[in-house]
């Protein structure tokens, strides 16, 4: 156990997340090894009567992965990986990213739904349901978890599967850090790669309106094994980019093929039909694919996200309008297309609703600035509130910061939510982990 408060000399380095616009200074961090580490650290926190956050990955855009004058519980030294190839499982320590996930995983040619960004971290994404470009494959991350090893916030280590505390394990697949401190994650793996059909397209702004009925079309018609989202971007000052794109808005398409590359190269053929000016899909190692759409840390972030149950030429019209005001050269739009596993059998299973969704946007706007970090913000709010007739209501709570209760509730409907309320009242009726999209206890 290392100890971090405000007189330490990497004090400032420990307390810094991903996202700029979050700048708080916890009394204490608690740099956990190990379960017994955040037994210690959680009775701390409770004799010092301090707010308790947990932090892996730290990419909370809310910042729920730290507090104001409270302890942190920082599970990043935890990054153990073991893969069992014969099983084809893994199970890794809460401080793992994805990034180092899928590296370990793909030695075997193994992988699971992960995170569209390498620095996202295993444990944040899969309580909050996981969702990647695999998912119409093999479902979201928490549909793939064997078992979840936690400490409950009176300290205890339980491990929770579809045969020891069902109900907590369903709970955790997508109920995010409500009932403990995660410390070890078993997935289940499904042979893929290391060489997958993936890659980027790039189109010019001008083709925007074309693109992205286009893409709706293919992607509509493309078969389960395709994993696609169109982005409105500004095109970046890359050597792949031709000079007279730079620094305008763009439309991307990502693709990437949970299968045979060969079978992943004729299945891309609509979205190439489209006439992309750069087209980067082609073999390539699926691990590298995940890092192609990295976002920069140090930023100011503010994102949401809706789901559609369709997008029709006039809700597509509002994308490209708000992508012509794109505040600043981060900021980007993103339509990905559900369906397939993210609706299929495993989706009654779990806490999260709308899972039949076709479709969910996530505006997320960047800013070098706290003025154009506000900047950002507005331009998110505006947009929601401009596509907000062609919603469906749910909402993913990983894409976005803390838009009130009933953003939440939504997340998981009211039946689902009271459920949830039930399991938090068993293993933490005192509410101890509300630092998150917060799941209240409920009443006896």
Known sequence: MEWTRPDSPDYDEKRKLFNAMIDRRP?????????????????????????????????????MSTNEGGLVVDVRPMKSIRVDRERRSVTVGSGVTWGEFDRATQEHGLATTGGRASTTGVAGFTLGGGSGWLERSYGFACDNLLSVDLVT??????????????ELFWALHGGGGNFGVAT????????????????????????????????????LAAPDAVGTALIYLTAPPEPFVPEHMVGKMAVGVAYVYAGDAEEGAA??????????????????????????????????????????????????????DSA??????????????????????GAASTPLQNRSAAWVSHPFGLADTPEGGQDA??????????????????????????????RIVAAYGEENYRRLSRVKREFDPENIFRGNQNILPAER
Not at 293 to 304: C, F
Request: net charge negative; aromatic share 10%.
């Open 267 to 320: 299945h891309v053929q609509p979205f190439r039909d489209m006439g992309p000016v750069v087209d980067l899909v082609e073999p390539m190692g699926y691990a590298d694919f995940q890092c192609m759409l990295d976002d920069p840390p140090g930023k100011y972030n503010y994102w949401s996200a809706d789901y559609h149950d369709e997008l029709p030429d006039d809700a597509l019209d509002l994308f490209v």
């Open 184 to 219: 070890s994650f078993t997935f289940q793996l499904r042979d893929l790669g290391p060489t997958v059909q993936a890659g980027i397209m790039l189109f010019p702004g001008a083709a925007a309106t074309e693109v992205s009925r286009g893409f709706r079309d293919a992607a």
């Open 324 to 345: 012509q005001r794109l505040p600043g050269e981060h900021s980007q739009q993103l339509i990905a297309r559900w369906g397939g596993a993210v609706g299929g059998p």
């Open 27 to 63: 009394a204490v961090i608690a740099q956990c090894a190990s379960p017994a580490d955040v037994a210690e650290a959680l009775a701390y926190a409770r004799n010092h009567r301090l707010d308790v956050a947990v932090r892996a990955g730290g990419h909370s855009v809310a910042g």
């Open 377 to 406: 913000k507005a331009w998110v709010k505006r947009f929601r509130a401009d596509i907000a007739p062609h919603t469906t209501g749910g909402v993913w709570l990983n894409f976005i910061g803390h838009e009130g209760q009933e």
């Open 153 to 166: 916030a009176a300290g205890e280590q339980v491990t929770a599967s579809a045969q020891e505390n069902p």
